[in-house]
């Protein structure tokens, strides 16, 4: 089956799960962030016009914008909090990743890396106890590049019932006990899991902080911001007066608006099937409304508000022989293909519909890009590894 007769099948999915969360009186909001890097056959250092790309970005209706990330030739495409549906967020991210390439090429930047490692990618060392100091002794640092899925959900009155509720406990749980098994959707390539192992492998711990396994809390790498970001940061912090020398007099603080679940375990890459990763996330809020919803359940046992405890995630997309593949574990859950199957049952079942088994046949989807071998996924021989 075709990557379009994929998303064509994941856009009736989604409007699907948005008419459902509708009929409860609610709307998902959904937001990516995409990182990525450039490299030139000639310069070393690039210089990227950001305002020009994000002006292009603007006319081509996508709510979002590129912005410069932390290593040297790396960006991120940042979505905007717009009031976009999960559906035109899916829509975005899939375009600025078809449109980037053409972008970067306006600008003479040969190559657009939207990869889960850029192996070399920068040549720095920080210095001991520093989180932005670099000392003179560079080695080369493998980029890891994420994508991010920001989740939050609010009533018919507009109110984010992440912030006012314990809905948000509840989705950061249901979120923690469904990555192991679907790890596939959003690290759907080779290089996603070899990005896992990039800290301790080659002796990066102290310059990379890429999540490595499945946490919960505030700093975790499914992480429920309130008040406080992952590096304890105040968030929802408007400045509204600032004095000559733009320095902030007056702020105010609305956390309430910007709280959220943040799933920061994907990989970047071309592989990433948006439409898919949405459907991921609604499944998940709509399970999340139904525990929290469900007045037999007054004493919801969360432990990833505040534990510290951690699940490793699968080591390799396909089976080795310690464990199961990410491959293998998707294909013999049942959760994503039976939550979505019942969910078109619900919404087809009163127009004497029949349903179309819409679950299994995104699954089945999924599961054929790789066992038709439409992404060759290989072991690369590498000379760069320090």
Not at 243 to 260: C, D, G
Not at 312 to 329: H, M, V
Not at 334 to 343: C, D, Y
């Amino acid at each position: 089956m075709s990557k379009q007769s994929l998303d064509t099948l994941g856009i009736t999915a989604i409007e699907f799960l948005q008419s459902y969360l509708t009929s409860l009186g609610l709307s998902a909001h959904i937001h990516f962030e995409l990182e990525g890097c450039v490299r030139n056959k000639t310069q070393q250092t690039i210089a990227i016009n950001f305002a020009k790309i994000n002006k292009k970005i603007a006319e081509h209706d996508i709510e979002g914008q590129l912005v410069p990330e932390y290593w040297r030739n790396q960006w991120e495409y940042v979505s905007l909090f717009a009031g976009q549906s999960p559906l035109k967020e899916a829509h975005n991210l899939t375009n600025v990743i078809k449109l980037l390439p053409s972008l970067f090429k306006q600008q003479n930047i040969d190559e657009v890396l939207i990869k889960p490692v850029v192996w070399s990618g920068d040549q720095a060392q920080l210095l001991l106890g520093s989180k932005n100091i670099f000392q003179g002794l560079n080695k080369s640092i493998h980029i890891p590049n994420a994508i991010q899925t920001n989740i939050s959900v609010s009533d018919d009155q507009g109110n984010n019932l992440i912030a006012d509720s314990r809905l948000g406990e509840c989705l950061q749980q249901c979120l923690m006990n469904t990555s192991y098994a679907c790890a596939l959707l959003f690290l759907p390539e080779h290089d996603a899991y070899e990005r896992l192992t990039l800290k301790n492998k080659y002796g990066l711990n102290d310059e990379l902080c890429s999540p490595t396994d499945i946490s919960g809390g505030h700093q975790g790498s499914i992480a429920l911001y309130r008040r406080y970001g992952k590096h304890n940061q105040v968030l929802g912090e408007d400045v509204l007066i600032v004095n000559h020398l733009n320095e902030p007099l007056v702020k105010q603080v609305n956390w309430q608006k910007t709280a959220r679940i943040e799933h920061r375990l994907g990989a970047s890459s071309l592989h990433y099937n948006a439409y898919v990763n949405v459907i991921f996330a609604l499944l998940n809020v709509v399970d999340a409304v139904k525990v929290f919803r469900d007045k037999s359940n007054k004493e919801l046992s969360v432990t990833s508000s505040s534990s510290p405890l951690s699940t490793p995630l699968p080591s390799s997309l396909f089976d080795d022989k310690e464990a199961l593949g990410a491959y293998s574990l998707f294909e013999q859950d049942n959760w994503f293909e039976q939550s979505l199957n019942q969910i078109e049952y619900v919404m087809v079942a009163p127009n004497n519909s029949q349903p179309l088994g819409i679950g299994s046949k995104i699954k089945r989807a999924i599961l054929n890009k790789y066992h038709n071998k439409k992404i060759v996924l290989t072991t690369s021989t590498r000379t760069d590894f320090d």
